[in-house]
């Protein structure tokens, strides 16, 4: 004769473990989820990083690009104020 209070036994604990496997698995896949937006996060930085650094380096190539054109010279304070005013307002203007 089967008894059918470990049948029923059985049942109850087979779905308590299948209960904790859930839970289990559900704080694994919160956990996956939190992790890939911080590498979300992350990788933008990285990409505003990236495209700052090349704003700059393309900067740097332009003055450096000006300073061959425009070689330094000595001159006045005078000469160099004025140089600089016209630098400012809209590019080097040779005087």
Not at 5 to 13: C, G, I, L, V
Not at 44 to 60: E, I, M, P, V
Not at 72 to 87: G, M, R, S, W
Request: proline share 1%.
């Amino acid at each position: 004769m089967i008894d059918d209070s470990d049948s029923s036994a059985d049942a109850a604990d087979f779905r308590q473990k299948l209960d904790s496997l859930e839970a289990g698995w559900n704080n694994v896949v919160q956990s996956a989820t939190e992790q890939r937006s911080v590498i979300d996060g992350r990788l933008a930085l990285w990409s505003d990083y990236r495209l700052l650094l090349d704003q700059l380096r393309q900067s740097l190539d332009e003055v450096d690009q000006s300073v061959r054109e425009h070689p330094v010279t000595q001159c006045d304070t005078d000469y160099a104020k004025q140089l600089l005013d016209l630098y400012q307002v809209g590019g080097l203007v040779r005087i």
